[in-house]
């Protein structure tokens, strides 16, 4: 399975900031060479994740 993302993935991590494990999905809307460009789908703010940090805890929804 290939792990690797790419524009257009739907993603979900967890909240940033909680202690009780709330998840958030995410679209992925862009990259560079170390960010990605995100969209939060529960409220469409857009944002940057660094890939590195995306590529540990996320998991992609196919």
Known sequence: MDTRFRIGDTVLLKEKGT???RL????IHG???RLAY???????RQGMLPLDSLETEAKRLD
Do not use: P
Not at 24 to 27: C, M, S, W
Not at 38 to 44: F, I, P, Q, T, Y
């Open 38 to 44: 995100v969209v939060d789908l529960k409220d469409n």
């Open 24 to 27: 958030r999905l995410f679209r």
């Open 31 to 33: 990259m560079s060479a």
């Open 19 to 21: 202690t009780d494990g």
